[in-house]
C-alpha cells in the first residue's frame, strides 16, 4: 500500500507502507500523518498550509482529527468534507492514474521493483500538471452540487 498527498507545490514522495502492514487510525497518526507534516514543510518551506483528507475511517478517527486541527493551521475535517468523494480529490481523479501510466509494468517482477517504479513515475509528475489539476477543483464541486451529490457526469472536468 502507498499514500501520497497532492499540494499547490507539487506532489509528496510516497509513503510505503510495509507489507502486511494494516491502516488503521493509530497507524495513520503514529505514521502517515507526521510523513505529511514533514512534506508539507518540505514543500512549503514551514509556511502555513491547509490538509484536507477524504472520509476513510482512518482519517476520521478522533484522534486523527484532533492532531490535524493542531497540526494544520487550514485543516478541512470530516464535518466538512464529503464522504466517499473520490471525485473531488486530485490524487483520485486525475494524479493517480498519470503515475500509473509512468510506471513501466515490464520492470516490475518484485514489490521493490515495483516500488521504485512508482518513486520514479512521482518524479516524473510536472508541478504544472499538479497545478492543473488542482485548479479544476472547484468546478469539480459545483459538478457534484449541480447532480445532487451523484458521480460527476460533466466532460468538461
Known amino acids: 500500500m502507498v499514500a501520497l498527498g497532492a ?11 510495509q507489507r502486511g502492514e494494516r491502516l488503521n487510525g493509530k497507524t495513520y497518526l503514529d505514521e502517515l500523518l507526521p510523513f505529511f507534516k514533514m ?7 514551514h509556511q502555513n498550509c491547509g490538509f484536507q483528507q477524504d472520509g476513510a475511517s482512518c482519517h476520521t478517527d478522533k484522534s486523527v482529527q484532533k492532531w490535524c486541527k493542531k497540526n494544520f493551521k487550514f485543516f478541512i475535517s470530516k464535518d466538512k468534507w464529503p464522504p466517499n468523494s473520490p471525485e473531488l480529490n486530485p490524487l483520485d481523479y486525475s494524479i493517480w492514474n498519470s503515475i500509473s501510466n509512468n510506471v513501466d509494468y515490464y520492470k516490475v ?5 515495483l516500488r521504485r517504479e512508482i518513486e520514479k513515475a512521482t518524479k516524473q509528475i510536472d508541478v504544472n500538471y ?28
Open 7 to 17: 499540494t499547490w507545490n507539487g506532489i509528496t514522495v510516497p509513503f510505503f507502507f
Open 39 to 45: 512534506e508539507s514543510d518540505r514543500l512549503f518551506g
Open 109 to 113: 517482477k518484485t514489490i521493490n521493483d
Open 130 to 157: 499538479v497545478r492543473d489539476t488542482i485548479s479544476v477543483f472547484l468546478r469539480r464541486v459545483r459538478s457534484v452540487e449541480k447532480h445532487n451529490g451523484e458521480l460527476i457526469i460533466d466532460e468538461h472536468c
